[in-house]
Each structure stands twice: as C-alpha cells, then as structure tokens.
C-alpha cells in the first residue's frame, strides 16, 4: 500500500518504488454519488446525485519556464514526444478500481520538460456534490505497487481539480499533492490556476 497524501504533502516516488522507477501509471476513479432527491423534480433539479459523472483526467507537460509544451487528455491520447499515453475516456466512473490510466515512461520524458501536472474536469459540468469515491494514484507499472494516493472527495461546488505534480528535482522524480479545487470543463481553464505552483 502507497503513501496515503494530504493536500500539499511531497513524495519522492523513486524512494517509494525503491530506485526502480520507469514507468508510472496515474489512476482516476471516481463514482456518481447516490441520488438524494428521486422522482421527477429530482433529475429535473439535480437532486444531488445519480446519473452519468464524466471525469477527464489530463496531464500537462511544462517546462522550466512554465511553459505548456503538450497536453494529453481524450482530445490527444498521446503526447507528440510519446512518452506520456491516455489509455482513453471514459464516460461513466462505472466499475472498479481506476476508470482513467495514464502512462508515463519517465526516461522518455524530454530533458526539457520539468513538471507533469495532473488534472481532472467534469465534462458533462456536474459539480463535485455529484461524485463520491473519486481519487487519485500514482502506481510502478513495473510490479504494479500503488506508491501515493490521493482522495479527491472534497466535496463541494468546483467542477475541476488541480490534482498532483510529478517533476524532477535533483536527479529524482517527486510527487506534490496539490489538491486545489477550480472551474471548468477542460484543462484551459485551469492553465492561470496551475501556474503558480510550477
């Protein structure tokens, strides 16, 4: 079992993976919360729950400058240096375990790029008072050890997530739990909120 983060907490993922980080997958789950409210008036006025949630986890590639240089989210499911892959949307949070993957083979990450931010933003625009079980998680594709989670349940009226950064910092590949709640539907509307933290 990984390192269970709170908001704003650093990890050193090679120490975790003890030394024998490569590849590292980025799990997002989550679950459409129960309906509160049934009946008519409820899908009419939201009734608190229920129904399809469409979370799209997104990772941003920045470099030492703060500049984006790629984005993969299910509108480019690859990065165009094909380090970083998006095993692809889904639309739902239907059944267990992660319901969106992303793939990064860290050699291959460019020299250029310092930091991968990780987001996620309701498409269909439910606020997160709608989604219940959401996290998280950073796993050693290699053996499959989960090295960090995150709980991203915070409910509340935000639409959007800046999740986690993983960056290099000395030779080492590190995890920050950032956790901050935003607006929007994709990740362009969270890019002014990301930058302060690069």
Request: proline share 2%; net charge negative.
């Amino acid at each position: 079992m990984g390192v269970n983060l709170q908001k704003g907490q650093r990890i050193s993922l090679d120490k975790e993976a003890n030394g024998s980080l490569t590849r590292i997958v980025m799990g997002l789950g989550w679950d459409a919360a129960k309906a509160k409210t049934s009946g008519f008036l409820g899908s009419l006025f939201g009734g608190g729950g229920g129904g399809n949630i469409d979370l799209d986890a997104s990772c941003l590639l920045f470099d030492e400058q703060g500049n984006l240089v790629d984005a993969v989210w299910f509108r480019q499911l690859r990065s165009r240096d094909g380090s970083i892959q998006h095993t692809g949307d889904n639309l739902t949070g239907e059944g267990e375990g992660d319901d969106e993957q992303i793939i990064v083979d860290l050699p291959k990450v460019p020299a250029t790029v310092k930091s991968l931010v990780f987001t996620v933003n309701n498409y269909t625009g439910q606020d997160f008072s709608r989604v219940e079980n959401a996290f998280c998680r950073i796993v050693n594709a290699a053996d499959d050890k989960e090295l960090a989670r995150y709980d991203l349940s915070c409910q509340g009226n935000h639409t959007a997530m800046i999740m986690a950064k993983v960056y290099r910092h000395n030779d080492e590949w590190k995890m920050h739990a950032i956790g901050e709640t935003g607006q929007g539907r994709t990740f362009e509307q969270l890019l002014p909120q990301i930058r302060p933290h690069l």
